[in-house]
């Protein structure tokens, strides 16, 4: 019931966000996509998007140091709410996949052995599990890099969010304009290669995550907490790791020996709605 | 919790560091391959004239394209190149630019540059021999009674001349040629004068 019921909570906000902009494109507002959306010169501009035409254009434009301020600010205090609310591609993978995350791969091994194997395994080398923050530090270098060597923004070319919006006005070009293009062939095939083909954008890919999970990393509202008084592992000795398997980034909220770490969380409440004895409470609800 | 510390620094694995080199050749090619294929100039929206700054902070973000109230600004595709694709561009044959400046005040990272409107040049117009109605026949002087800018005469036959200096590609001559509808052109954006853009643009400058 609940379970369903937060899903279908985080498409809602994800269509309404994803309409509102295209909206504002058919009707010709000017509010833009997610890379800047905004009315007059007031911007919430991607904040990756920023960083690199910021080392592109070698020119720290002044004026955008507050919505880029604004935006960490929120993910502070937000964690990584914009993955699991606000982006489309959830949104776009139940299109075409039927599933709204990504599966959890590396820990349902884990579960499906016993107990006391996890335990073994665990204590020689799955406990190593390498987290997701340095591959994300990677990843965020390698794209603001590039974008330095060759002086435009190289990953937006390729960024599925902004190719999911840029199909949608390439369709609004067609039906308003009868401008047929390629574009709306090979868009969608990118799209899908990223996120039906490589099964781990969001989780290893990412570099808008990889951003957002690092400034993450301070956030301390909205953390899921586990009552150990009833969840099943503590208190009667049974392997349930359905928390952990049902986050798509591995976030081990537990002990923490997941892949990913809490402030990889995006607030998608799967883990508490997966929750056999419903001992996750996530602050609000 | 010290633990924790430890793990999260372990250094990446064999399966991620193939995954983080597959990004690093993917972006590293892609920038090289779109800095190396041959681009054609393409007609800017007023203020996006430095071609090198433009594409250096363009986020494709569509807000400019969106805002324009004389739906002038189109978007440029991958059959451009790799690198203009969903970009702005100016599509004359669709509106024409009053310089207005609201794609400049919607760019977010002045990919648009404020731009001084006694001086600025989108592009500027040429007309097309082999379609332009006068230049074979003769009568027509649609685009020279519409530029605002005084721009066009009409020669000894009739036919009409653009003075580049006083042309700032508004683009409205374009935008109102009748070629398209008088003669028995298929295709929508064939016009007898069409804007073309200043080769090299400001950047030499």
Sequence with gaps: MSKNKTRSLRMITMAIVAIVIILGSAWNIGTGSLSAFGLGNIDAICPLGYLETMVAGRDIMGHLLIPFFVIIGLTVLLGRVFCGWICPVPLVRKVLTNKVDEPNEGSLQQVSRDGEIVMESCAKEHCHTEKNLSSGLIILGITIGSSAIFGFPVFCLICPIGLIFATVFALIRLIGFNEPTLDLIIFPIVIIVELVLLKKWCTKLCPVGALLSILSRFNRNLVPTVDRSRCLEESKGVKCQQCRSACSLDVDIKNGNGAGDISDCTKCKECADNCPVHAIRFPWR | ?205
């Excluded at chain 2, 054609?40 to 569509?62: K, M, T, V, Y």
């Excluded at chain 2, 530029?147 to 200096?165: F, H, M, N, S, W």
């Excluded at chain 2, 374009?174 to 298929?186: F, G, H, N, Q």
Aim: hydrophobic share 35%.
């Design chain 2, 1 to 205: 919790m010290k633990q924790d510390k430890k793990i999260s620094l372990t250094r990446p694995s064999r399966r991620t560091f193939l995954k983080m080199t597959g990004g690093a050749a993917v972006l590293l090619g892609l920038g090289g391959v779109g800095k190396i294929i041959p681009r054609e100039a393409l007609l800017r929206p007023p203020g996006g004239q430095d071609e090198a700054s433009f594409i250096s902070r363009c986020l494709r973000c569509d807000r400019c394209r969106s805002v324009c109230p004389t739906s002038a600004i189109g978007l440029a595709h991958l059959s451009d190149s790799i690198l203009d694709a969903r970009t702005p561009v100016m599509k004359f044959h669709l509106g024409y630019c009053n310089f207005c400046n609201k794609c400049v005040e919607v760019c977010p990272t002045q990919a648009l540059k404020p731009f001084d409107i006694e001086t600025v040049k989108i592009g500027f117009a040429k007309v097309q021999k082999d379609i332009c109605i006068a230049w074979d026949s003769s009568g027509c002087k649609v685009c020279m009674s519409a530029c605002p800018y005084q721009a066009i005469t009409l020669d000894e036959q009739g036919r009409p001349v653009v003075d580049p200096k006083k042309c700032n590609g508004c683009g409205i001559c374009e935008k109102v040629c009748p070629a398209l509808v008088l003669r028995t052109y298929i295709g929508g954006d064939i016009r007898g004068i069409k804007i073309a853009p200043i080769a090299g643009g400001e950047e030499s400058v």
